[in-house]
């Protein structure tokens, strides 16, 4: 029994001090940490597996009828060669205002065939992403109202759209 013993030994011993074939080095730089949020716009565009949002770089938002028109401008050819597609039509007229983080959009024509359809997500997150970058809110604490005469919709946040 002792030369199983002595065998099994020789073995661990070896693989020990073999280690796992990874040699020491030294410090190495990985590059900036990320911090902060993107300044990046993000358009959100319909997909058969709900909506997308797309990076504008580039694309400074002074306003937002400014992310208005980016969203109308609708995706790129290869987006839409990837699927993308905007359910948000020119003829919705609309304006949109913010006070603390609740962003209000007042599209008299608005129309939803029901409050979590695509084309409301499009409105609510590429809105949501100009308060972001225009006023610093926080993502999360981004609430969107839609007003239609006397019917209001929401408030609503984006994540409620991209988890469907």
């Not at 073995?11 to 990320?34: D, E, K, N, Q």
């Not at 300044?39 to 565009?45: E, G, L, P, S």
């Not at 306003?63 to 020119?90: I, K, M, Q």
Request: with cysteine; aromatic share 6%.
């Amino acid at each position: 029994m002792t030369r199983p013993r002595t065998a099994l030994t020789c073995c661990v011993l070896a693989l020990v001090t073999a280690g796992c074939g990874i040699r020491p080095t030294g410090v190495t730089s990985g590059g900036t940490a990320p911090s902060g949020i993107s300044k990046n716009m993000r358009i959100y565009f319909a997909s058969d597996s709900g909506l997308r949002g797309v990076p504008r770089p580039g694309r400074k938002v002074e306003d937002f009828n400014v992310a208005y028109r980016l969203l109308l401008d609708g995706p790129t050819r290869e987006e839409r060669a990837d699927g993308l597609a905007s359910l948000v039509t020119p003829d919705k007229w609309l304006s949109v205002t913010s006070r603390h983080g609740s962003v209000t959009i007042n599209a008299p024509g608005y129309t939803a065939d029901s409050p979590q359809d695509r084309s409301t997500g499009q409105l609510v997150c590429t809105f949501a992403r100009a308060e972001v970058l225009l006023h610093g809110t926080r993502p999360d604490k981004v609430q969107v109202t839609i007003v239609a005469g006397k019917e209001r919709a929401g408030p609503y946040q984006c994540q409620q759209f991209l988890s469907h």
